[in-house]
């Protein structure tokens, strides 16, 4: 055996020697000998329980949010890791909350990584029987000329009486109780500039 | 909600969620706050724990009931005639708050001659047409005044809530013209409210509702004490008021309560109005509602044809913050057409499209059926399961020839052309269906940035976490790039109808990979700028010459000094207990409205133990614990001189700015349509006849008389309403999130609630063989769904009229989709509706409730086609005729 | 009987706990949903049961925290001016339930492998690195708590080193750990933290024992039908609770026992039995050799 | 009945269970079992050696030894995660009988083991002296431990008997060790383990009795469900077997088998009928809630 092996081997013979002492060492029954003879407590706590941390130590940045459900507004801390949501719970701060959630809220992540949730357009041609794929970008490009056409088709500048009406009665928008002020406001503004007037939302039920 | 509105000038909660706390007593009426805002009923709580009563009257007994000092059970849809027989208690006893009412509202103004009340003419205000089923409102004015209208039909008047209920007759001052300040002239607003509620005594109240003569009079009573210059009560509602025929006067029930117990804009007083969904404030606010335009500014109407002038004439009032309606409209114009819009071209004014009456969502619904709404984007709401009549929405759909449907999951809207009871029964078959049909799909509110207007007009920024996955995209983001695609295709068009488009400011930063538009600069150009293109501070800066732009006018100084107000996350703890520096309310983030109120017309509290905004002399202005609702360094002796106009017209003591003469309304001479006082009537389905008119429902509810797919179930008086003896109402579990679209497709909430289930008294289970744990099938003329049943003596018999009556109770949360499914209640209900906001009326309407599962497959439509025979059948034999449809008043 | 937090020395924390407060609890869920968010717990089950509103029916190894509803025909106060009104008198109970921490805890003590410990502060906690799903805890809990968890392993667990035994499942035993981790980064537990109403309070256990006395005093002042606290006595046969309750009605009709007792409070005396009657087989056997071989 | 009565009236959570049932699998019954006749082989084994009866001795030896071998492998196979089995020896707690009835049957299996192995290799004599003490001395708790184990948990049935338990899976022991020997000893040899399997018999069947009747309501689970199935046929074959084996035993070879045989059948299914009461008892949360209320009363008393 060479020199360099055999000191090599030497140490990793310490190392194991070592490693040994310290699995014997770290052994419950006799941890339990030092203090805690009943092995109830600190003798028999493992290495992951005595370097646990909560995990949104871990996280990246965490995010001011508001909860998406009712109008009571709770105010919402979202903890991100690797792009990801790793935990939503109430922020503290909130005149309104103070940290606390409903079920609802509570179930924010939940939500937003459900099971059920849907990440590509789907689309079903007139009289089709199933639900085809569709690029997102196509889709826009669709839904444009839809609307485009109708409002071609149906466009009123007039009413029966001869009044300026400047709208389509052909197109319908509904939904925005759920959505941010600024969406409400392009979706108001936008369809308001194509003459579209029924934009409603659960306001309304 | 012009209830509000109309009542006292803004139409949003007067109150914040956390004063709350400091109410000597609250009334949760219409409203289930612990269940469905169970993190705001953390005030009730705490004021329950400093000893304040926590009143529940409620059809049902809830969550909310079991957290009360006292329930009491009434039967749905006798709201008004309890909170009648309170005015009616308050004012036979005495009880009002005298100098408030005196000072304050408008119990001392003169009304016109010609006025005649329900109690005069059997139900009915004076003005009644009933050819066109309307009321002409001109009767029921401040004496010696002419409406404020104007356009080619002064009737119409400017209306519910389209006038943010501040449009008050032409005053040229402060006062209104005619008064008595001793509240005895037999016209004057004080004794039309005193004969109007004579007969609503507490014998009344007790038959008509349901409850005790003892717990009647205990609540009159405890409100009464907890109110007065020390005490403080307040009121809580929600859906479980608006979602009636007569929903808007019932929240007017509580306003009137309110002003006569001196209750408005004082700490722990107001009315709550607990909104729904994250932004249902905001959604109104900005609205994406038919009939008006960013804060509250009206859509002008076909039949108001006339140019900026004439439309500025109708909005603006002579009085109050109204006065300056001017400068908001064309703010608002310059923001959205910006340099396009001059001066010389009315800033775009006619650009504009116009509305009819109502092109509100049912009509639309019947628009789809009729084949004239083509093209349907859903973006966030499932109308095939939360809207009134299910079927109804869901046949429509299958009319189209396209729809857009945006969420989170697949829910039923978007799947109704293979998945849907009809389906299952063969009224619609998929490969007959011609709607082409766009799902795309959401991102979630960690998915981006905005702003959500809370239940108390808060305007909370919400951060983005992560981005969206694969094709996941915000509604911003749709919306944007919607708009610049057709920007873009339209860009070459010479077609005068595509300048609106072509002109549009549409500059917003994009961000990230997916071109995402900047929320932030959507919600700078909401704030305003000027013109050297500086973020507006206040609404107060904006002007009518076209100097500034501003998308929103109550949101000018959500953005003040290039701060954006709504991201302010200052603790708690660091401020105090108004917190002013979280977030930003509008207006000019006031938390309290009103708040003048909460001093005397001295300036001075009320009281130690009430204080909040009070007149500081020395310094010459307003000040205290929240932002003064007022102008600030107006005293409160100020009397406007006689030339004065809009803000300065209004005098020091009069603390409703927003109202033509700066008085909180008892009575609402214009801005309703129903009538300027709130009336006890049946709803429009009812088992029971009106114990006080020959008039049995609102009669200028809106009802859908010749639409097929909603048929109405015989009511009391009519042959075959026996075939549907039971009222029936719909309601939230706290487990789930109204149509279900966020939470029966999430694990964690679906375990809690699995499965639609319908609550009745032992009594009822015997009387229709129910077993507990069983299944029922509930029933009415719209559609037939199964439920498990759950007996319980939380739904309480009512005795009415001496009669004991059962009420039936459905949570409304499930369809065919998702974890969990069930029966929608929804496909129950019908879509006659409240006539100022267009609400159906999914609180109380009849049904029936059979042992058993219901028909499946094609027996489920023969099922409903013979009930609908027979029921008609037997209403042929005796029909009922109202006075709406025949008298004129 | 030793508790085992001195075993932490100098390190040993105050004790923590929970009251939780049933007169202010909303039975919302919020409590059982956090739980699961914090503690990654899986679906428990989409069985509607027609207990009332609640869907969860008892606490086990995937619901740490379990609402019980109970509806009854007997008023909410005893006395006043409102009780008097209420001729047909209704409360609805409402009770978060949790594992209680007990000062002298079964589990704890009969677990073998030393998966369940005391921690420093006070808690008692299943270390699932160390849990090998023997079960003994499972019926050594008094308030029948802590559970097996019969699902599937999640990917990342290790592979099975005995294919033979055939194990599929999780096949450890699970239960509230008063968010131990969190408590070790400075934060408050989930549930507590959730709560709508503060109807869960954290916080030190005697700081609470005294709120709760404070409490009770006050509901008993205003005539509440029944209130009692339940699990603060340390003289009980668990030693008093790290999670107690004020009730408004008996133990058992929330589905608790009325006087839990540890069962290692016989062990002394089961021990000695047990050793006698092992002196007794050996006696038994030896005199069997008496009589001869045949 | 509306949930609402339900619940004025109810005495118990909707009837559900307080306490949980145990989520041992018949492994567990299986190893009281074998684990009983492991305890007592070792004790039938250190005195036929002291005795000089070898016979008896190697006999129980070996029966002791498979018994020995099939307890750990049952025990592991009943873990959740039987790859942590060796977790069992991380601690050593005097608060869980099952702690230290793991380190009696590592250390009573072992000796066992490694006696009968070398006893059929014939090697390292001292060592297997040595083992031959350890085993003996460890039998006896073995064989014991197990009652004490089932005792010390808030089931009621089980708790409520920590009399009797230790006892009764003493006696049984006694009657399934005795009686394995029994059946695998040479005739001439086997009268000790005979006498030891009869005296356990009758002592089993006296402490079942008696523990039935003294846990009272509490014991109504052994008249209910497969508990008491497997109760009467543990009565019944253990009370056959003795019978046999007292009678004929000491003769006839095929009655000393079929005797031993019942005894072991009547000691397993009595094993099983313990084990099946707890599950019976902590499904009714009767038995906790009135068993409770009886101790409070008389604490109030």
């Known amino acids: 055996m060479r020199k360099e092996d055999r000191s090599a081997f030497l140490r990793g013979r310490g190392k194991l020697k070592r490693e040994i002492a310290e699995l014997v060492k770290s052994w419950p029954v006799l941890r339990q000998l030092d203090g805690d003879p009943l092995g109830l407590g600190k003798s028999v706590q493992s290495n992951r329980s005595r370097t646990l941390e909560p995990r949104i130590a871990e996280a990246d940045h965490v995010a001011q949010s508001i909860c998406p459900f009712c109008a009571v507004g709770c105010a919402q801390l979202v903890y991100v890791k690797d792009g990801a949501v790793m935990q939503v719970e109430g922020d503290p701060a909130s005149p309104i909350s103070r940290g606390r959630l409903c079920p609802k809220g509570a179930a924010t992540k939940n939500m937003h990584d459900g099971p059920l949730r849907e990440y590509k357009v789907k689309y079903r041609r007139p009289y089709g029987t199933e639900w085809e794929e569709l690029p997102l970008e196509q889709a826009m490009d669709m839904i444009v000329d839809r609307i485009l056409r109708t409002r071609e088709e149906t466009w009123e500048e ?35 500039s194509l003459g579209v007037v029924q934009v409603e939302n659960q306001a309304r039920i | 909600m012009p209830s509000l509105g109309t009542s006292f000038g803004r139409g949003g909660a007067t109150d914040y969620q956390q004063d709350l706390m400091n109410s000597d007593c609250i009334t949760i009426m219409g409203s289930n706050m612990a269940e469905n805002h169970p993190v705001g009923f953390q005030w009730v709580l ?114 519910g809530e389209q006038s943010h209920g501040s449009h008050g007759g032409l005053l040229s001052h402060g006062d209104p013209p005619e008064e008595d300040w001793d509240l005895e002239h037999p016209r004057c607003v004080f004794q039309i409210l005193k004969r109007h509620y004579a007969r609503y005594t507490p014998e009344f109240v007790a038959e008509t509702c349901g409850c005790t003569v003892e717990e009647f009079l205990w609540y009159a009573d405890t409100i009464c004490k907890n109110s007065g210059r020390e ?189 849907s009871p009809e389906i299952e029964s063969g009224e619609l078959r998929t490969e007959q269906i011609p709607t082409e049909v766009f799902f795309m799909p959401a991102s979630t509110h960690l998915e981006k940035d905005g702003s959500f207007t809370n239940t108390q007009r808060l305007l909370q920024w919400h951060f983005k ?80 010459d076209g100097s500034t732009s501003c998308g929103c006018w109550i949101y000018c100084g959500a953005y003040a000094d290039g701060k954006n107000m709504a991201a302010r996350k200052t603790p708690h703890w660091e401020q105090t207990y108004t917190a002013l520096e979280w977030a930003w309310s509008w207006p000019a983030n006031r938390r309290l409205l009103y708040n003048r109120a909460s001093a005397d017309p001295d300036g001075k509290a009320w009281s130690d133990r009430k204080e909040l905004v009070w007149w500081d002399a020395e310094q010459k202005k307003w000040t205290g614990h929240d932002t003064p609702d007022f102008d600030e360094e107006k005293p409160p002796d100020y009397v406007p001189p006689d030339d004065a106009k809009g803000p300065d017209a209004i005098a020091g003591n009069h603390p409703f700015i927003m109202q033509a003469d700066g008085l909180g309304w008892l009575y609402v001479p214009q801005g309703l349509e129903d009538g300027p006082l709130p009336t006890h009537y049946e709803p429009h389905e009812s088992p029971f006849d009106n114990p006080l008119y020959s008039q049995r429902a609102n009669p200028r509810r809106q009802q859908n008389k010749d639409l097929e797919e909603d048929p109405y179930n015989p009511v009391a008086g009519e042959g075959g309403s026996e075939l549907f003896p039971y009222v029936v109402t719909t309601y939230r579990l706290t487990e789930h999130h109204t149509a279900g679209g966020m939470t029966r497709f999430t694990p964690y909430l679906s375990e809690l609630q699995p499965q639609m289930f319908v609550e009745v008294h032992p009594d009822l289970a015997r009387e229709r063989g129910l077993e507990h744990g069983g299944w029922a099938t509930i029933v009415t003329m719209r559609s037939a769904i199964e439920a498990r049943v759950l007996v319980t003596d939380r739904m309480r018999p009512m005795k009415v009229n001496g009669a004991v009556r059962h009420q039936v109770g459905l949570p409304y949360h499930w369809g065919q989709r998702g974890l969990v499914t069930g029966g929608a209640a929804n496909d129950l209900a019908h879509m006659a509706l409240d006539p100022n906001v267009h609400i159906q009326e999914v609180k109380a309407f009849t049904c029936d409730i059979r042992p058993g599962r219901r028909p499946r497959g094609p027996k489920l439509a023969q099922f409903m086609d013979e009930l609908r025979a027979e029921a008609r059948a037997a209403r042929a034999t005796a029909t009922r005729h109202e006075p709406e449809e025949t008298r004129k008043t | 009987m030793s508790t085992a937090v001195e075993s932490y020395g100098a390190d040993a924390k105050p004790r923590m706990g929970f009251f939780t407060d049933t007169t202010i609890c909303i039975g ?260 069997s050799f008496f009589g001869g071989r045949e | 009945m509306s949930i609402t009565e339900r619940g004025t009236e109810m005495q118990s959570y909707y009837g559900r269970p307080i306490v949980k049932e145990p989520v041992w699998h018949p492994e567990v019954a299986a190893y009281f079992f074998t684990g009983g006749i492991a305890g007592t082989c070792s004790v ?41 089995f060796l977790n069992m020896l991380r601690v050593f707690k005097v608060t869980s009988p099952m702690s230290v009835g793991s380190w009696i049957l590592f250390v009573s299996g072992g000796a066992s083991t490694t006696a009968a192995l ?53 006696a ?130």
Request: with cysteine.
């Open chain 2, 465 to 544: 976490a992560v981005e969206p996955k694969e094709d996941c995209r915000s509604e911003l983001w749709f919306y944007y790039h919607l708009g610049k695609k057709i920007k873009e295709k339209l860009k070459e068009s010479q077609d005068p109808k595509d300048w609106p488009v072509q002109h549009l400011t549409w500059e917003y930063g994009e961000q990230g990979g997916n071109e995402e538009p900047s929320a932030s600069d959507v919600l700078r150009e909401i704030n305003g700028y000027d013109d050297h293109g500086q973020l507006l501070a206040a609404y107060k800066l904006l002007k009518a």
């Open chain 4, 118 to 170: 070398l006893e059929l290799t014939g090697r390292l004599r001292p060592v297997k002296w040595a083992a031959e003490v350890a085993s003996f001395l460890t039998g006896p708790p073995l064989a014991t431990y197990t009652g004490a184990l089932v005792a010390n948990t808030a089931i009621p049935v089980w708790s409520e008997a920590r009399g009797e338990l230790p006892w009764l899976f003493g």
């Open chain 3, 28 to 287: 919302c869920k919020a409590c059982e949903v956090a739980c699961k968010e914090w503690n990654l717990i899986p679906e428990d089950g989409r069985l509607w049961t027609g207990e009332s509103y609640d869907n969860t029916s008892a606490l086990g190894a995937n619901s740490w925290r379990h609402v019980a509803f109970v509806e009854q025909r007997k008023p909410l106060k005893l006395d006043g001016e409102v009780a008097a009104l209420d001729a047909e008198p209704l409360r609805w109970l409402m009770e978060s339930d949790v594992c209680k921490h007990c000062t002298h805890a079964g589990c704890l003590d009969v677990c073998p492998t030393g998966a369940l410990f005391r921690t420093e502060f006070g808690t008692v906690v299943v270390q699932e690195d160390v849990c090998n799903g023997c079960g003994y805890c499972v019926p050594a809990c008094p308030f029948g708590v802590i559970d097996k968890r019969d699902l599937p392993r999640s990917p990342d667990d290790a592979p099975l080193a005995l294919p033979i035994f055939g194990k599929k499942e999780d096949g450890r035993v699970w239960k509230c750990t008063l968010c131990y981790d969190r408590l070790k980064g400075g934060h408050e537990p989930a549930c507590a933290k959730s709560c709508p109403t503060d109807s869960i309070q954290f916080g030190e256990l005697d700081e609470l024992r005294e709120r709760a006395d404070k409490r009770l005093e006050k509901l008993r002042a205003e005539h509440w039908n029944g209130a009692r606290l339940y699990g603060n006595d340390p003289d009980d046969g668990v030693g008093g609770f790290g999670a107690f309750f004020l009730l408004l009605d008996e133990p058992e009709v929330y589905g608790l026992p009325p006087d839990p007792v540890v069962p290692t409070a016989h062990l002394p005396k089961l021990w000695l039995n047990t050793a006698v009657a092992a002196a007794a087989l050996l006696t038994g056997i030896a005199v």
């Open chain 1, 158 to 192: 007039t009413t029966r009486e001869g009044n300026p009406a400047k709208r389509t009665m052909g197109i319908a928008n509904l939904g925005g109780a759920t959505l941010d002020n600024e969406e409400n406001y392009l979706i108001k503004k936008l369809l308001t």
């Open chain 2, 231 to 419: 005490r403080t009560g307040a009121f809580a509602y929600a859906v479980g008021w608006t979602q009636h025929t007569t929903g808007v006067q019932l929240i007017r029930s509580a306003a009137i309560i309110q002003l006569l117990l001196g209750n408005m804009g004082r700490p722990g007083g107001g009315i709550m109005a607990l909104r729904g969904h994250a932004s249902i404030q905001g959604s109104t606010d900005i609205p994406t509602l038919y009939n008006i335009l960013p804060g509250y500014l009206v859509m002008p109407h076909t039949e108001h044809y006339g140019g900026l002038q004439k439309y500025i004439e109708r909005s603006t009032a002579p009085a109050g913050w109204w006065g300056n309606a001017d400068a908001y409209i064309v703010s608002l114009l310059k923001a959205w057409w910006g340099p396009a819009a001059t001066k010389e071209n009315e800033f775009c004014f006619s650009w504009l499209p116009r509305i009819d009456d109502d092109n509100s969502h049912y009509w639309t619904v019947q628009q789809m059926l009729k084949g004239k709404v083509k093209g349907y984007i859903v973006a966030g709401e499932n109308p095939a399961v939360g809207s009134a009549n299910g079927r109804a929405q869901r046949l429509g759909l299958a009319q189209l020839d396209w729809l857009v449907v945006r969420d989170l999951v697949e829910i039923e809207t978007a799947s109704f052309w293979y998945d």
């Open chain 4, 172 to 301: 049984s022991a006694a009657a399934s060790g005795g009686a394995a020997t029994t059946m695998f000893a040479p005739r001439r040899s086997a009268g000790p383990a005979r006498r030891a399997a009869i005296l356990g018999a009758v002592a089993e069947l006296g402490l079942t009795v008696a523990m039935e009747r003294r846990l009272g309501f509490v014991g109504e689970v052994y008249y209910e469900g497969e508990a008491g199935k497997y109760g009467r046929v543990a009565k019944a074959c253990t009370a056959a077997g003795a019978t046999l084996l007292a009678a004929r035993g000491r003769r006839s070879r095929v009655a000393a088998a079929a005797g031993s045989a019942l005894l072991l059948a009547g000691s397993a299914a009595l094993r099983y009928s313990v084990f099946k009461a707890g599950f019976q008892s902590a499904r009714d949360p009767r038995y906790v809630v009135e068993k409770q209320r009886e101790r409070l009363r008389e604490k109030t008393r």
């Open chain 2, 46 to 159: 705490e004021a329950r724990e400093r000893g304040a009563e926590v009143v529940h009257i409620d059809p049902r007994f809830t969550r909310t009931s079991a957290m009360s000092t006292k329930y009491i059970g009434i039967r749905a849809g006798s709201d008004i005639a309890f909170l009648g027989g309170v005015v009616n208690y308050i004012l036979e006893n005495d009880r009002w708050f005298h100098e408030y009412v005196r000072t304050y509202t408008n119990a001392r103004v003169i009304i016109d001659d010609a006025y005649v009340d329900t109690e005069e003419a059997d139900g009915l205000f004076s003005g009644w047409d009933p050819e066109q089923g309307k009321y002409d409102a001109t009767t029921w004015q401040y004496k010696g005044m002419q409406v404020h209208g104007s356009g080619g039909s002064p009737e119409e008047g400017v209306k």
């Open chain 4, 44 to 84: 039938l084994h250190g005195i036929g050696r002291v005795t000089r009866n070898e016979g008896l001795a190697k006999t129980a030896l070996y029966v002791g030894a498979a018994a020995d071998i099939a307890s750990p492998i049952l025990l592991v196979k009943d873990l959740g995660r039987p790859e942590r």
